[in-house]
Antibody, heavy 123, light 107 residues
Framework: QVHLVESGGGVVHPGRSLRLSCAAS????????MNWVRQSPGKGLEWVAV????????KYAESVEGRFSVSRDNSKNTVYLEMNSLSAEDTALYFC????????????????WGQGTTVIVST | DIQMTQSPSSVSASVGDRVVITCRAS??????LAWYRQKPGKAPELLIY???SLYTGVPSRFSGRVSGTEFTLTISSLQPEDFATYFC?????????FGQGTKVDVK
């Protein structure tokens, strides 16, 4: 059974850091690009970052560029999101999602999603 | 960045109704568009990819159409599990961008 499980969310003060993890199972993890997508309370979906199947390519949303870093460990079937300099605007439910990239730029969509982990940035 | 304009923002419908949701891209994305359904409190689910292709296991009441930069998702006969929010996503060029969402609720 194909599965993604996020962890690492929590309540953090503004300016601090947090690392999210996403553990995959049920598919050949090292063959697929992986995304992070977030959703603020009651709002829409915002794509955050993507990493290629082998970790050699990464892209970020402008809103997190320079503060967030995506990485992966294919030996552990896990993708990570390192978040620095957090602000209230980063408060959201963070999903990881498996991408059906054709190449690093066109895709058949994100077909497997985790249930998300909540990040709250607050004093 | 490519902007995705989705409409309507909400629609009230009954079981058995036909529902049509539209997304317009701010520039040419060919057919690189996906549609998702998100039930309350759940993660999104992929319904349609490449504009018109039904993802594995998705009921045939869902269909997608492409006309230039305009994309439509049609639910031919709304079922109880379809009361949810729907999002389009362009999958042509990074950064991936989503439409604002369409909430389908009970009339």
């Amino acid at each position: 059974q194909v599965h993604l499980v996020e962890s690492g969310g929590g309540v953090v003060h503004p300016g601090r850091s947090l690392r999210l993890s996403c553990a995959a199972s049920g598919f050949v993890f090292g063959e697929y690009g992986m995304n992070w997508v977030r959703q603020s309370p009651g709002k829409g979906l915002e794509w955050v970052a993507v990493i290629s199947h082998d970790g050699s390519k990464r892209k970020y949303a402008e809103s997190v560029e320079g503060r967030f870093s995506v990485s992966r460990d294919n030996s552990k079937n896990t993708v990570y999101l390192e978040m620095n300099s957090l602000s209230a605007e980063d408060t959201a439910l963070y999903f990881c999602a498996k991408d059906r990239l054709i190449w690093f730029g066109e895709s058949y969509g994100m077909d497997v999603w985790g249930q998300g982990t909540t990040v709250i940035v607050s004093t | 960045d490519i902007q995705m304009t989705q409409s309507p923002s909400s629609v009230s419908a009954s079981v058995g109704d036909r529902v049509v949701i539209t997304c317009r891209a701010s520039q040419d994305i060919s057919s690189w568009l996906a549609w998702y359904r998100q039930k309350p409190g759940k993660a999104p689910e992929l319904l349609i990819y490449a504009g018109t292709s039904l993802y594995t296991g998705v009921p045939s009441r869902f269909s997608g159409r492409v006309s230039g930069t305009e994309f439509t998702l049609t639910i031919s006969s709304l079922q109880p599990e379809d009361f949810a929010t729907y999002f389009c996503q362009q999958a042509s060029t990074f950064p991936w961008t989503f439409g604002q969402g369409t909430k389908v609720d009970v009339k």
